[in-house]
């Protein structure tokens, strides 16, 4: 099975900081990754999938790049609403998680 | 707008069953394969099954391959899970979630349930 892992697994951030959040995975996997945000008590959120397609809707600040075995999720200008942990998806596996809190 | 409502969660036995149920609208049903993914308290998303738009193909993860079955009834626009042979370690808040795009399974889950809490203990 791909194993899929994300770091850091915390990261603390200042607003209007830019923010990198690494994904590697075990093998390549081309560009089939998904990006999500989930905040405490709620459902995930999808953000970006194939890698690097900004689902409709969420601000153009999240980017992702990458292919073959190692991706990043980038927000640019760290907004307070972007807090919460961060969580990349290869088809049925998830990684850890990454969670973005105020320093 | 896509809902997704999940209901069924609740306290069971190790070695019960439970059946999750949701109940989607805003969105052609029937045109999307689905998942459910579930969330232990303070742990990470782990992806559980999935099905194809017209149900004729299936997903598990090995943690719950031959206990769980997952399921749907179109003409109800209702997606089920069925599991047995419950454990302590399924104790989690299980989503549904929509795959994206259209038909066979993608694995891009771009609109999610609130979820519901199933228990496992005695």
């Known amino acids: 099975d791909i194993q899929m892992t994300q770091s850091p697994s915390t990261l603390s951030a200042s607003i209007g900081d830019r923010v990198t959040i690494t994904c590697r995975a075990s093998q390549s996997i081309s560009d089939w990754l998904a990006w999500y945000q989930q905040k405490p008590g709620k459902a995930p959120n999808l953000l970006i999938y194939r890698a690097s397609n900004l689902k409709v809707g969420v601000p153009s600040r999240f980017s992702g790049s990458g292919s073959g075995a190692e991706f990043t999720l980038t927000i640019n200008s760290l907004q307070p609403d972007d807090f919460g942990t961060y969580y990349c998806q290869h088809q049925g596996t998830f990684g850890r998680g990454t969670r973005v809190d105020l320093k | 707008e896509v809902e997704l409502l999940e209901s069924g969660g609740g306290l069971v036995q190790p070695g019960g069953s439970l059946r999750l149920s949701c109940e989607a609208s805003g969105f052609t049903f029937n045109n999307y394969g689905m998942h459910w993914v579930r969330q232990a308290p303070g742990k990470a998303l782990e992806w559980v099954a999935a099905?194809?738009?017209?149900?004729?193909?299936?997903y598990y993860a090995d943690s719950v391959k031959g206990r769980f079955t997952i399921s749907r009834d179109n003409s109800k626009n209702i997606l089920y899970l069925h599991m047995n042979n419950l454990r302590a370690e399924d104790t989690a808040i299980y989503y549904c979630a929509k795959d994206s795009p259209q038909w066979l399974v993608h694995y891009y889950c771009d609109s999610w349930g609130q979820g519901t809490l199933v228990s496992v203990s005695s």
């Open positions: 099905l194809s738009y017209s149900g004729s193909l299936t």
